[in-house]
């Protein structure tokens, strides 16, 4: 059963704090994601990675970075939380080759919802 | 950039009734997939459409591709309370494998 993992379901941060969200995936995906999601707003990208060490960034990077040091692992980092990055977090994992008609399937994490206060 | 969008936004709907969520790109899409996320969930991924006029079926689920491959809906018939949930769909928006997610549709179903 494939899975994508993250490392807290609930998290309440102080303002300022630097809050670090992990994510690890079991299906050797060589793309990782992180989104956020609001209501209204859909799942907006944040930082998008295709490869150990390689990042780009998504819609929505202000205020945060990330780190792939291994396949399996990315992390999502917010240098210095604040009350406007109160959200769910949402990391994903796809395949960059498909099997029919599943190319690109995203696997989901179950979500980190993150108050700052 | 590439915009997608979603309506209605919100539906509330009577079991045994029919309902049709839409997706609209502003681009042309290589492929659109659809994921549902139950209250509480994450969302998880039901199908992907790839060729101009695409129509696949899913039990009471019936997936649309457009013929200018610009839209997209999804129609369930006969609605159950196990449809409650927020529908997605997600055009793809480049080779490496991002996707453009609409907004959603919340679907609340009443006995």
């Known amino acids: 059963d494939v899975k994508v993992t993250q490392s807290s379901r609930y998290l309440v941060k102080r303002t300022g704090e630097k809050v670090f969200l992990e994510c690890v995936q079991d299906?050797?995906?060589?793309?990782m994601f992180w989104y956020r999601q609001d209501p209204g707003l859909g799942l907006r990208l944040i930082y998008f990675?295709?490869?150990?060490?390689?990042?780009e960034k998504g819609d929505i990077p202000e205020g945060y970075s990330v780190s792939r040091e291994k396949k399996e692992r990315f992390s999502l980092i917010l240098e210095s939380a604040s009350t406007n990055q109160t959200s769910m977090y949402l990391c994903?994992?796809?395949?960059?080759?498909?099997?029919?008609?599943?190319?690109?399937?995203?696997?989901f994490g179950q979500g980190t919802r993150l108050t700052v206060v | 950039g590439q915009q997608v969008m979603q309506i209605p936004q919100y539906q509330h709907v009577q079991e045994g009734e029919d309902f049709t969520t839409y997706c609209n790109s502003s681009?042309?899409?290589?492929?659109i997939q659809w994921y549902k996320q139950r209250p509480g969930g994450h969302p998880v991924f039901l199908i992907q459409?790839?060729?101009?006029?695409e129509v696949k079926k899913q039990k009471r689920l019936t997936f649309q591709f457009g013929e200018a491959k610009k839209n997209s809906s999804l129609h369930i018939t006969a609605t159950q309370t196990t449809d409650v949930g927020t529908y997605f769909c997600?055009?793809?928006?480049?080779?490496?494998?991002?996707?453009?997610f609409g907004a959603g549709t919340q679907v609340v179903v009443t006995p």
């Open positions: 997600a055009g793809l928006r480049d080779s490496w494998g991002k996707l453009q």
């Open positions: 994903a994992s796809s395949p960059t080759i498909g099997q029919g008609d599943h190319l690109f399937e995203a696997f």
């Open positions: 299906m050797d995906h060589e793309n």
């Open positions: 459409l790839v060729k101009s006029g």
């Open positions: 990675s295709y490869d150990v060490k390689m990042k």
């Open positions: 681009t042309t899409l290589s492929n």
